[in-house]
């Protein structure tokens, strides 16, 4: 696509791949806090396989607590905020020359619900310089509310110059990324390798934007 100004990314699972080792561990200790608040449901091996499959479906972890009448969510956080994810994390030569490659020709943000200090550890794990991003919103930001709501990316819209119908936004998130970008009128992409009702783009992986953008 031609006109294209901006792109914005997501960080977990997009400007790194999925770790399935890591992924295993956030939902086990999920499962664990889950069978404390409803040990109806079975044990911590049973509510595991059953917060995967709600998880697989509604692809957001509130959107399971809900599901399951689970009103107190704010062990989330701390389950995906998993320190561990930091020993998982090395850069990854084909994401930093694509951002490079992105940078000489657009305007490139980040928007993530991660908390700022854990973010920047992650991105310094990657090698990903924060000098790539002219914008950066964190989940602990003043105001921030979760991505899915929708506020930040009307904020970002609002607070810069960022014309959003030449703008992209990437993530691996129907919820969290491609719905509320979407909203703000945003062109989106997303990482899946499902085909899912939603984004204009899907892509499996962050090379494909070369094509979106037109770099090739
Ligand atoms: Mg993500």
Known sequence: MTGLKAIGFDLDNTLYLPIDELNGMIRRDIAKE????????????????????????????????????????????????????LEFLSPDDDVCRLLDELTIHFTMFLVTNSPREFALEKLEKLAITTEYFSEMRFGDDSNATPKSDGAVFARLIEETDMVPSRTIFVGDSLRSDIL?????????????????????????????????????
């Open 180 to 216: 509320p970008a979407k909203a703000a009128s945003m062109i989106t992409a997303m990482i899946s390798d499902t085909r899912v009702e939603g984004p204009d783009y899907i892509i499996s992986r962050l090379a494909e934007l070369r094509g979106i953008c037109s770099l090739v």
């Open 34 to 85: 889950v069978v404390k608040r409803k040990p109806g449901l079975g044990d911590v091996n049973e509510v595991f396989e059953l917060c995967c499959e709600q998880y697989d479906i509604l692809q957001s972890w509130s959107a399971v607590l809900a599901a399951l009448e689970i009103k107190d969510t704010s062990f989330i956080e701390a389950c995906t905020s998993n320190e561990n994810i």
